[in-house]
């Protein structure tokens, strides 16, 4: 069975500090790996994904994600935090399942919290 | 805006009651999923639909149902309501099953 895990319920970061927020996954196949961000009071978007290729995928806001397939890790990153970074973001990962469906599997989150 | 739209935003109603919370998919999107997100559960995966077929089931309970119709916009019945039950409901769809989901702003259900 497939399983994503967010090991920490919050991440602070100092204002213009690098950020990471870690996700960890176990499949059966290839991953599909996502992330995604939710402010307060609003549904999830999008952040990005990683189907193969390149291990350091880009993706809105400035962030970007690193694939590490012998960690099974795909943590989030941003070079530089912004107060407006604050926020819920979580994890989830793409597997097949009998009879060929795809199921998206989500973490728990992570709030990230950027201090001025 | 994600172009997947639900209504009402907020509903309040007592317990023992049924609700129904209706979501349309982003034009062309196949799948629709709904999610159940609490304080204290984080965002639990209620069940998901395909083409009008379900696909998928997650930690839906008996008294919570789902359909989608063939123009493709959902509902999720929910019955029998409890306090335990307020929380804000998602949906979210996608052109097929297991690609990037686009949520809706959500319902938030308060039972009283």
């Known amino acids: 069975a497939q399983s994503v895990a967010q090991p920490e319920d919050q991440v602070n970061v100092a204002e213009g500090n690098p950020l990471t927020v870690k996700c960890t996954y176990s499949?059966?196949?290839?991953?599909?790996l996502f992330w995604y961000v939710q402010y307060p009071n609003r549904g999830l978007q999008f952040l990005l994904k990683?189907?193969?290729?390149?291990?350091l995928v880009k993706g809105s806001y400035g962030f970007e994600a690193e694939f590490n397939k012998s960690q099974t890790s795909f943590h989030l990153k941003k070079p530089s935090a912004l107060v407006s970074d604050s926020a819920l973001y979580f994890c989830?990962?793409?597997?097949?399942?009998?009879?060929?469906?795809?199921?998206?599997?989500f973490g728990t989150g992570t709030k990230l919290q950027v201090i001025p | 805006d994600s172009g997947v739209t639900q209504t009402p935003k907020h509903l309040i109603t007592a317990t023992g009651q049924r609700v129904t919370l209706r979501c349309s998919p982003r034009?062309?999107?196949?799948?629709v999923y709904w999610y159940q997100q609490s304080l204290d559960q984080g965002l639990q995966f209620l069940i998901q639909?395909?083409?009008?077929?379900?696909?998928a089931k997650g930690n839906i309970l008996e008294r919570f149902s789902a359909q989608q119709f063939p123009d493709l916009h959902s509902e999720l019945n929910l019955s029998s309501l409890e306090l335990g039950d307020s929380a804000l409901y998602f949906c979210?769809?996608?052109?097929?099953?297991?690609?990037?989901?686009?949520f809706g702003p959500g319902t938030r259900l308060t039972v009283l």
């Open positions: 979210a769809s996608s052109v097929v099953a297991g690609s990037v989901q686009f």
């Open positions: 499949v059966s196949g290839n991953p599909y």
């Open positions: 990683y189907i193969t290729g390149d291990n």
């Open positions: 989830a990962v793409r597997d097949m399942q009998a009879g060929g469906y795809q199921k998206v599997t």
């Open positions: 034009s062309g999107d196949l799948s």
């Open positions: 639909y395909y083409n009008g077929e379900e696909r």
